[in-house]
């Protein structure tokens, strides 16, 4: 077992024992206070899942529950008529449907992986050194994340068409590399990293980029995970259409976003029933990511701002 990982098993079990200041303190609440709080809580995640439910209950609707006044929440005769139009949809579509969703997962892999990098050495030196500008920097930082994307979708679209990337994969990869939420959550999380353990390593004789790939990034996997969730769902909700113009290198979501709005001729009023599934379709792969990495979801939004 060499110095450097050493030093990190050194400092994760530092993490487990009592001279490690927990960020949780035991609760002091009654019985009956733990329940009121329990029942809020439940009350309030049925009012969070409601949209969700009432959206998978439209897709199994059939086309006499679709239309009916006043409309149904609960579906009362479920079929998969609806998810069976849609895959018949996508097997006679002129480019294959296989080629939307390459395209997808081309930009989803590549995009996430390359903005977990950028973000991850962007974030390390602004939390561990003092240079001039870093403060206007993380300023700036934690501004641009009350902009929406919509502001900035002139400049985007201007810079990628001086770099002539239009009609590429490209032009949706490059402008995701410059979303600031990953940043500012890894950030936050690297700054609870203690400077002696990055000094220790250092006198070990480990340079800047060992340390950062050997001890940093494992240690801020949690802030690591939450930030490529984020970017993931926006990548795979992202159509392109703004910048890409070929069919067959359009993504799954722009030809969903066709079905769903009925852009796509001999629908008819199946359409409706089509647009319900396929949302459900593009909701469901974000969530199973989610659940997969969840525990490291609620780790960063339980420590990411708070220091020891």
């Given amino acids: 077992m060499n110095a450097i990982t050493k030093l990190y098993t050194w400092y994760m079990s530092r993490k487990k024992t009592k001279d490690f200041k927990p960020f949780v303190k035991k609760s002091k609440r009654s019985f009956w206070g733990n329940v009121i709080l329990g029942g809020f809580l439940l009350g309030l995640g049925f009012l969070f899942f409601f949209p969700v439910l009432y959206m998978l ?5 059939p086309m006499n529950e679709m239309f009916i006044f006043p409309p149904k929440i609960l579906v009362q005769e479920p079929t998969l008529d609806n998810y069976r139009d849609f895959f018949n949809v996508l097997a006679n579509t002129v480019v294959p449907f296989t080629r939307y969703l390459f395209n997808s997962l081309l930009v989803v892999v590549v995009g996430s992986v390359l903005h977990i990098v950028v973000a991850s050495l962007c974030a390390y030196p602004l939390s561990k050194y003092k240079f001039p500008g870093s403060k206007i920097i993380n300023q700036l930082i934690v501004y641009s994340l009350m902009f929406n994307s919509a502001v900035t979708m002139i400049p985007n679209f201007l810079t990628i068409s001086k770099l002539g990337l239009l009609d590429t994969q490209a032009a949706i990869i490059i402008p995701g590399l410059a979303s600031t939420l990953g940043l500012y959550l890894m950030k936050n999380f690297m700054e609870q990293i203690p400077d002696s353990l990055l000094e220790a390593a250092q006198i070990d004789g480990a340079g800047y ?6 001890i940093v990034m494992p240690i801020v996997k949690p802030a690591l995970v939450t930030a490529f969730i984020l970017v993931f769902q926006s990548f795979w909700t992202n159509t392109g259409d703004k910048y890409i113009y070929t069919e ?38 974000p969530l ?9 979801v609620v780790s960063t939004m339980a420590t990411s701002g708070m220091k020891e």
């Fill in 248 to 285: 067959a290198e359009k993504g799954f979501a722009y030809m969903v976003g066709q079905l769903s709005n009925g852009k796509v001729s001999g629908l008819g009023s199946s359409y409706a029933g089509i647009s319900a599934a396929s949302a459900v379709i593009m909701f469901a792969v």
């Fill in 288 to 296: 199973v990511v989610f659940l997969i990495m969840q525990n490291n």
């Fill in 57 to 61: 209950s439209q897709s199994l609707k």
């Fill in 209 to 214: 980029v060992r340390i950062h790939f050997r």
